[in-house]
C-alpha cells in the first residue's frame, strides 16, 4: 500500500527579522508517512511543535528543509516545490483540515459555510446544503443555528462547525488540530466516531488529540514530536 | 508558455523621470494569474501598487518587461493567447477595457459618471458594445443594482445623491455588466465605515465566486487580502519582496518587511 502523505527531513525554523534574526528552531528531520485507514496521533508537550508540524503538512506554514509529500489525484505532490495555484487544488480535492479555531466570514451563514468546499468541487448548492444540513445534524448543532454566521456561536459550537466543515469532502488526507478539545462527553463520541469512518473509507489521518481517552479511541500510532525538537 | 494562463507579467517594470534620472515605481515583476483567481497585491503607500495595477489594465506601458493578456476571439469560445499588450492598438484596448476587463477605482467618482443617472452608469457599458433597446438596459440596470444590493427605487437618481458605499456598489455593477473576466481593484474598501466595508467585501467575494472573475485587487489591509484572494503579492519600494498562498504568506512571513507588515496589524 501507498502512503497518502509523507514528510521528508521536514525542518521547521522560525526567522524573526524584527529581532535581529533571531532564529527560532522547532524541529528537524521528521521523516513520517501515513497509509490510507491509519491516524497518526502527533504528541508532545504544548509548544513541541505540533501544530507547526500540522500547518506544514498543510502548506500554511513553509518549510524551512526536507519536503512534505501529497498524494494528489495518483501522483505525488512535493509541497515545498508546487506553486500556490498547485497547494490550492491539493487542498480543494485533497486534503481537509481542521484547525482550532474557525475563521469567519462576515455575514455568510453557517449552512453555507460548511456547504462551501462541497461546492467547491463542483456539487450543486442545493445538494451541497442538504449534506451540509446531514453533518450538522449528526454533530448535533441545534438546526435554529444553522442559519446564523457562526462568528456568535460558543466555543464547541464553533468547533464542531469547523469539524463539519473540514471532513465533509471525505477528503483523503485529514489533519486534525484537536478536534475535541471544548466539546462535551457526547459530542466527543460524535468526533471518534466520525473520525473511525474516515479510516474505514481509507482517509489518511494526522492529528492532535490531548483528550488520552480520544487518543485511545482513534489513533493507530503516535509520533513524539517532541524527539524531534531542535536544541534551542 | 502556459496553457490556461488569463494575465502574465514578465519582468514587468514601470519608471518615472526625476530630475533626469528613471525612478522605478515597479520593477521586475512576475506572476501568472488564471480564470477564476484573485490576487491581492499589498503594501503600504508608495511601494508602488497602483502603478503595477495601471500598467497591468494598459493604462500605462511598461519601460521593463511586458505584460499579456488571452485575448477572447471573435469566434465563441477561443482564443487568440497571450497577447503582450504593448503589440495592441489603442482600439483594441480600449474594446479590452471595456468589455473584458473592470476597473474599480478607489473613488468611486473617478469610476463612475456623476452627471448621468445611477442606472444610464450601469448602462453605459452596454450601451457602448451596441445595446440600443431602452426596455433591456433599464431590465439590466435594475437586475445589476439588486445583484449589488442597491435600493432599485434610486435608479433615476444621480450618483452625487448616493452615499460612499452605495457609489462603490454602483461602480462595481456598471463594471461588472458585460461580464468581464478580469477585473482590477485600486483599494475597493478603503474610506468606507467598517459594517459598509463588510458588507462590499461579502458581496465582492460571492460575486468573484459566482462569476469565476480573475481579479488583482490592490488593498493596504491584509484583513481583505485573506477574505477576497488565493494569492498575494507583497511590494516594497517597488520590489515584490514576497509571493505566494494568501494564508502561508500571513501565517508564516518569510521576508523581514512581510513580518512587519503581519505583526503590525491588530487581527490581520
Known sequence: MTALIETLALSKTFTLHGRGGLQLPVFSGINLSVL???CLALTGHSGSGKSSL???LYGNYAASSGDVRIRHQGDWVSMSNATPREVFEVRRRTVGYVSQFLRVIPRVSTLDIVADPLRRIGVAADEARARAAQWLQRLNLQEHLWHLPPATF???EQQRVNIAHGMITNPAVLLLDEPTASLDADNRRVVVALIQAARDQGSAVVGIFHDDEVREAVASRCFDVEQHRSPA | MKPGVLLSARQAGKAFMQNGKPRWACRDVNFDLYPGEVLAVVGESGSGKTSLLRLLAAR???????????????????TDGLTDLAQMSEAQLRRLARTDWGFVEQHARDGLRMNVSGGANVGERLMALGARNYGHLRQEALSWMQRVELDTARIDD???TYSGGMQQRLQIAR????QPRLVFMDEPTTGLDVSVQARLLDMLRELVDELQLAAVVV??????????AQRMLVMKDGCVVEQGLTDRVLDDPQHAYTQLLVSSVLTP
Open chain 2, 158 to 160: 444621480l450618483p452625487g
Open chain 2, 175 to 178: 463594471n461588472l455588466v458585460t
Open chain 1, 54 to 56: 500540522l500547518r506544514c
Open chain 2, 219 to 228: 488593498t493596504h489591509d491584509l484583513a481583505v487580502a485573506r477574505l477576497l
Open chain 1, 36 to 38: 490510507p485507514g491509519e
Open chain 1, 154 to 156: 460558543s466555543g464547541g
Open chain 2, 60 to 78: 500605462l506601458a511598461c519601460d521593463e518587461g511586458s505584460v499579456h493578456y488571452e485575448v477572447r476571439s471573435e469566434q465563441a469560445n477561443e
